[in-house]
C-alpha cells in the first residue's frame, strides 16, 4: 500500500510539473520572450537550455537572471542588448526563470 501511495504521489508531483511547465511556457508566449528566445535553440538571444546550462551550478542565477530579464542587459551573451521587461510582474519572471532553469540541453 505505501509503494502504491508513493507512486500515485509521484506521477500527481510529475504531472504537476507537466503543467507547471505547459504554463511558464505559455507565459513566454504572452510575455513576448518568445520574440527573442526559443526553448533549444539560439534566436536572436540565447536559448533558454543554454541559459540553464550556464547558470546551472550557481545557487544565485534565478535571482540574478530575474533581476536582468526586469532590468535587461547587454555583454554576456554578446553584443546584442536585451531590453528591459519593467512591465512585467516580479511574480511572471520568476515563474518563468524558475521553468528555464529545469530545462536540460
Do not use: F
Given at each position: 500500500?505505501?509503494?502504491?501511495a508513493a507512486a500515485a504521489v509521484s506521477l500527481i508531483a510529475s504531472g504537476a510539473q507537466a503543467a507547471d511547465a505547459k504554463a511558464a511556457?505559455?507565459?513566454?508566449?504572452t510575455s513576448g520572450c518568445l520574440a527573442c528566445h526559443t526553448i533549444?535553440?539560439?534566436?536572436?538571444?540565447?536559448?533558454?537550455?543554454?541559459?540553464?546550462?550556464?547558470?546551472?551550478?550557481?545557487?544565485?542565477?534565478?535571482?540574478?537572471?530575474?533581476?536582468?530579464?526586469?532590468?535587461?542587459?547587454?555583454?554576456?551573451?554578446?553584443?546584442?542588448?536585451?531590453?528591459?521587461?519593467?512591465?512585467?510582474?516580479?511574480?511572471?519572471?520568476?515563474?518563468?526563470?524558475?521553468?528555464?532553469?529545469?530545462?536540460?540541453?
Amino acid at each position: 500500500l505505501t509503494l502504491i501511495a508513493a507512486a500515485a504521489v509521484s506521477l500527481i508531483a510529475s504531472g504537476a510539473q507537466a503543467a507547471d511547465a505547459k504554463a511558464a511556457e505559455a507565459l513566454a508566449k504572452t510575455s513576448g520572450c518568445l520574440a527573442c528566445h526559443t526553448i533549444d535553440k539560439k534566436l536572436v538571444g540565447p536559448s533558454y537550455k543554454e541559459i540553464a546550462d550556464r547558470y546551472r551550478k550557481d545557487k544565485n542565477a534565478p535571482a540574478s537572471l530575474a533581476q536582468k530579464v526586469k532590468a535587461g542587459g547587454k555583454g554576456v551573451w554578446g553584443d546584442i542588448p536585451m531590453p528591459p521587461n519593467a512591465a512585467t510582474p516580479e511574480a511572471d519572471i520568476k515563474e518563468l526563470v524558475t521553468w528555464i532553469m529545469t530545462l536540460k540541453k
